[in-house]
């Protein structure tokens, strides 16, 4: 670490006058021009600097996940060829409880709502640069992710054997923003197709983090390794403890809570084919666990006691989507006595009660709402109803409707439409993000977990980051997010 230490007054002064001296200044671009992902709430842009002579990052206070945001920015301008040089523009990341961080939000004459204290932040342009002030390390770094969005790089101009190479520059601006929803993430298929390396899902977080999602949700049927099961999850296609382990501990540098997606109903045909568990079977050979066997609930209170101890989310989702055979088989009498959706308003509150001890709260799929919305008053109200609807629908209220009435929190899940084909149908996906967000944000929703599927194997993922960014900037931002302008700023900031 270098040491600092203060200048007198009039070396300052000549200290930021000769910084001023190597810091050209270009014409700023209108904020209709800015190329940000999310937008944020308040932009309004100044001066253009030039990065012609390096950029430095500067960290306001010793706390270790300010310093990490630092570093994090750092190594983001260095892959981007701009050198750390203290004669270039500053990049100061101060807190609000610090009198620097006071001092410029007095002098810009802007208060810092109580609604931006979670994850909010506000940049400020200065002669030598920007400040970036938050209340809390997330909000510094979401803070410092819109700032790699601000840094434009350098590229050769068309102009034949005479190109040119531009210098890089750095939008300055004023910028006031803070999240519409808290909790915003991403549910990700890791039980058909290919298990992905743990860089992939470490690449997959940093990417996540840079656009202002704070949950990765890896969707397990079959994939995760328990060690009083063995058989279930073969090492070398799922993932083992260790491997949970460095996630959960990747994830936090970058603010992302990891949320695991265990189906616990439904879904679950490649741990019922062992003949250890096919008893367990709601019809031979299927997907459905059977509640009236015992080892049903047995086995789901096995799997959710290893995962409370190696995710320290406050949150587990046991999936209960598609439970197609639920009737068909081994409760079929017990559902002509008290008729399907009750048989499945009842296992989920036996779940419920086998993970309650754990002190972790249950995210499930909200079908239904589709079949019964009334029947979901009759499950405990601290579950979190998660409606998945995939259409371009122009309206997704019936479908949120049902959990409000039931006093329960929801969260919305659309999807990037990536499933069963070769590339994602962004006409669709990107449609059904945009109102099915909005409908959820008008009606309270806390959270949206955006999906991509690997129905039979062919997603590839990197495919679909388009949705899934949309997804986060219809998240981020109030209201319904537009498209044209997503569009026009996804090639510039993603590639």
Not at 126 to 137: D, E, K, S
Request: charged letters at 20%.
């Amino acid at each position: 670490m270098i040491p600092i230490t203060r200048a007198p007054r009039g070396a300052a002064r000549f200290f930021f006058a000769a910084i001023l001296c190597f810091v050209p200044l270009v014409q700023a671009q209108p904020a209709s021009e800015l190329k940000l992902i999310p937008l944020p709430r308040e932009v309004h842009p100044a001066r253009l600097l030039s990065l012609g002579h390096g950029i430095l990052v500067r960290v306001g206070s010793r706390d270790a996940e300010d310093r990490f945001t630092a570093e994090d920015l750092r190594t983001t301008l260095k892959e981007r060829g701009i050198p750390r040089r203290a004669s270039g523009p500053v990049v100061e990341l101060l807190r609000t409880n610090t009198a620097s961080g006071r001092a410029l939000l007095a002098a810009a004459h802007l208060s810092f709502d109580p609604a931006m204290h979670d994850e909010g932040y506000v940049i400020l342009p200065r002669a030598h640069g920007l400040a970036v002030i938050a209340a809390t390390p997330a909000g510094l770094f979401y803070g410092a992710q819109t700032v790699k969005q601000l840094v434009i790089n350098g590229g050769y101009g068309d102009n034949g054997k005479d190109a040119q190479l531009h210098t890089a520059t750095i939008q300055t601006a004023t910028i006031k923003d803070w999240p519409a929803l808290p909790h915003r993430g991403l549910d990700d298929d890791l039980s058909r197709g290919p298990v992905p390396t743990l860089a992939f899902q470490e690449r997959q977080v940093r990417t996540l983090a840079a656009f202002k999602l704070n949950i990765y949700s890896p969707y397990f049927e079959h994939t995760l390794q328990y060690a009083a099961s063995p058989l279930i999850a073969p090492p070398g296609g799922s993932m083992s403890p260790a491997d949970v382990v460095e996630l959960v501990h990747y994830a936090a540098k970058y603010h992302v809570t990891v949320v695991p997606e265990q189906e616990a109903f439904g879904h679950l045909h490649h741990v019922l084919k062992y003949e250890q568990f096919s008893a367990l079977g709601e019809t031979p050979h299927g997907q459905v666990l059977s509640p009236v066997q015992p080892g049903s609930l047995a086995l789901i209170k096995q799997w959710f006691t290893q995962i409370a101890q190696q995710f320290p989310s406050p949150w587990v989702h046991i999936g209960a989507d598609e439970t197609n055979e639920l009737g068909k088989g081994q409760t079929k009498d017990l559902v002509a006595q008290r008729g399907l959706d009750q048989v499945y308003v009842d296992f989920l509150t036996q779940i419920h009660g086998v993970i309650q001890p754990t002190g972790k709260r249950i995210l499930f799929w909200g079908d239904l709402a589709w079949h019964n919305p009334d029947l979901v008053a009759a499950l405990p109200k601290d579950m979190i109803g998660v409606p998945w609807v995939y259409d371009a629908k122009p309206n997704f209220d019936k479908y949120i409707e049902p959990f409000n009435r039931a006093g329960m929190e929801v969260w919305v899940a659309p999807g990037v439409n990536n499933w069963r084909r070769v590339y994602p149908d962004s006409n669709i996906g990107l449609v059904n993000i945009q109102h099915f967000v909005r409908d959820g944000q008008r009606l309270g929703a806390k959270g949206m977990l955006n999906t991509v599927w690997n129905d039979d194997g062919e997603g590839i993922f990197d495919e679909d980051w388009y949705g899934v960014l949309f997804g986060a900037a219809a998240s981020w931002q109030p209201g319904e997010s537009s498209i044209p302008q997503f569009q026009a700023s996804y090639g510039a900031v993603f590639h």
